[in-house]
């Protein structure tokens, strides 16, 4: 079974449109996104529709929790005050446009998403499944503090996002971490794309004459139209900060969280 | 409270809580571990420090490379997400460069330094060891003040000029270190000393500076500086309603010392904080009796990185 994976939206509607015909053109025959819908790009209604129209089922990230609630902000847990202030005026746009209806749709999603494909239990969080808004950074999380969520959560196959930057671990017995990347931004690395991630599940006879479930796991590097992005980001009046890393790939704001070798790859 | 915990932190001279009650809180899960690895051993005698680490104070002793080998193997099981190596002046530790490079081969690690006594084939080679590594290697570089004559009187006499040198070690390196300072100043002032010393760090060739301001800690030397903490300031069982207790280091913290497993890297001169030799003998509640336990609930996670803050 192939299944596609989508990160953080960031209101990244056109991203969304591209990966779900990306993924559909791929074989995907299930889609699902790991939450944070809102943040950072234009117009944040036009993300629902597609996910209603596709059926993708979305694990409720720590922005749809706020906004589905009616918080103040977005519970990124930033701690540098020059994050906190484009963090704060992404928020406020994000939730004065979008609709009481989609913001009760998100107030009713879950925080984790589970099931079971050949024999492997699959886990969908945002963050971490023991904490919506923990970032799990590769260089910052040891594989045996992965091991530890596998074996707490009982599950074979953990997918995250809430970073922003997509990576995998191999654990124990065959299980598996991935962080999917996200559509929202790009990956801070100079390119304009954006990622998501695709896993193919089934079995494979192994000598003992037992199927044993088999796991594979690609990042998809997308192109969208990141230039009417742009465009209808200025167009709404948002940060000039926010347009430049959509055009460069290079992210501009709320890098305090980063870990050393993470924000050293980039180039602020 | 266990009924020795309790009499272990009337310990604590500068008075309990005055209702004798006070909330305790268990170790959810060991996220980070310390390693106090230079003791209490320090080439500076900064007149803030909480655990008075001074060139003459050996209350707390080196640790060796098998000790930290011992350790790091010990903590697997516990799924511990990442290292801290503090002191002290870590780098005084004649094995502090083969520790790193060891810590770096079970997860990610981040040390405290005041940078004054880095030579440049250490930090080539951590950068090596850092480049080998799936995981990262932060420095944190204690300086209280964007000029001399603000950290000097502090620190000491030439310390920012020796820390800086430091600093700009790193950066030639490719490090991004995170300079940490300790708010001696007015707090409505922070603003204003974060912009200077983005300015200073620029100067010193540190163009992408990582910040963090850290409150002072009224014990050690700094409540002989100042003032200790008053018989008020301390947690009480109703501040803890509703409140996210893994704002509290002690939740998902143990330090290794030469003297067993002590609850966190602040209170280490307070008997009751030692809490054993074992990783799971440590990992019991741990009663919120003391000043410094007040500071950390007033402004949460003060030691770990930023990285890694507990957020709700």
């Known amino acids: 079974m192939r299944i596609a994976f989508f990160g953080g939206i960031y209101n990244n509607y056109l991203a969304l449109e591209a990966a779900i015909a990306d993924a559909h053109s791929r074989g995907a025959q299930k889609l699902y996104c790991l939450g944070d819908l809102g943040a950072f790009g234009p117009h944040p209604d036009r993300v629902f529709p597609l996910l209603y129209q596709h059926e993708i089922e979305t694990v409720q990230g720590n922005y749809d929790n706020s906004i589905g609630n009616n918080l103040q902000d977005c519970q990124c847990g930033y701690t540098d005050p020059h994050d906190n202030h484009f963090a704060q005026i992404s928020y406020d746009y994000t939730y004065a446009n979008t609709s009481p209806a989609n913001r009760d749709w998100m107030r009713s999603l879950s925080s984790e998403i589970r099931f079971e494909i050949d024999g492997l239990r699959f886990l969908l969080c945002h963050g971490s499944p023991r904490q919506t808004n923990e970032f799990l950074w590769e260089s910052a999380t040891s594989t045996a503090f992965l091991e530890r969520l596998a074996n707490d959560q009982q599950a074979d196959v953990i997918l995250g996002t809430h970073t922003g930057i997509h990576w995998q671990r191999e654990l124990s017995g065959g299980r598996r971490f991935i962080n999917v990347g996200v559509l929202g931004r790009p990956e801070n690395d100079g390119m304009t794309n954006v990622w998501y991630t695709i896993v193919d599940v089934g079995r494979q006879d192994a000598a003992s004459g037992q199927p ?30 926010f347009v430049e890393t959509v055009l460069t790939g290079w992210w501009t704001t709320c890098l305090e969280v980063l870990p050393g070798k993470e924000r050293r790859s980039g180039r602020f | 409270m266990s009924a020795s915990l309790e009499a272990a932190a009337t310990g604590d001279a500068q008075a309990a809580s005055p209702s004798k009650s006070c909330p305790s809180v268990p170790l959810r899960s060991l996220d980070e571990l310390w390693f106090q690895v230079a003791g209490t051993r320090c080439n500076l005698e900064c007149i803030h420090c909480f655990i008075s680490c001074s060139p003459h104070n050996d209350k707390f002793g080196f640790l060796s490379l098998d000790d ?18 503090t002191g002290g002046e870590p780098f005084l530790n004649p094995d502090m460069v083969p520790i790193l490079e060891l810590a770096l081969t079970y997860g990610p690690a981040t040390v405290l330094t005041n940078a004054t006594v880095l030579k440049s084939d250490w930090i080539a080679r951590l950068r090596a060891a850092e480049d080998e590594s799936l995981y990262c290697l932060e420095f944190r570089v204690s300086i209280d003040g964007p000029t001399p004559e603000l950290n000097d009187p502090i620190r000491g006499e030439r310390s920012f000029e020796r820390s800086m040198r430091g600093v700009e070690l790193l950066v030639e390196h490719g490090f991004l270190p995170i300079i940490t300072m300790t708010r001696v100043w007015d707090e409505a002032d922070d603003q204003r000393v974060l912009g200077q010393f983005r300015e200073t760090l620029r100067k010193h060739g540190c163009t992408r500076p990582r910040l963090k301001i850290l409150p002072r800690l009224q014990i050690g030397a700094e409540a002989q500086r100042t003032e200790g903490y008053g018989r008020f300031d301390r947690i009480t069982p109703e501040m803890m309603s509703d409140f996210d207790d893994r704002q509290l280091i002690c939740t998902h913290s143990r330090v290794i010392t030469d003297r067993g497993i002590a609850v966190c890297p602040i209170l280490l001169d307070e008997p009751a904080a030692l809490l054993g030799d074992a990783l799971a003998e440590s990992a019991r509640d741990f009663p919120l009796a003391f000043g410094a336990c007040f500071t950390c609930y007033q402004y949460g996670a003060i030691c770990t990185n930023p990285t890694s803050k507990s957020v709700e």
């Open chain 1, 212 to 241: 044993t479930p088999q796991l594979s796991v690609e990042f998809v590097p997308l192109r969208y139209d990141h230039e009417r992005l742009a465009a209808e980001m200025r167009y709404e009046g948002l940060p000039d900060e």
């Open chain 2, 68 to 85: 930290v080998r011992r350790r790091l193997e010990e903590s697997v099981a516990f799924g511990v997400r990442e290292y801290y190596f």
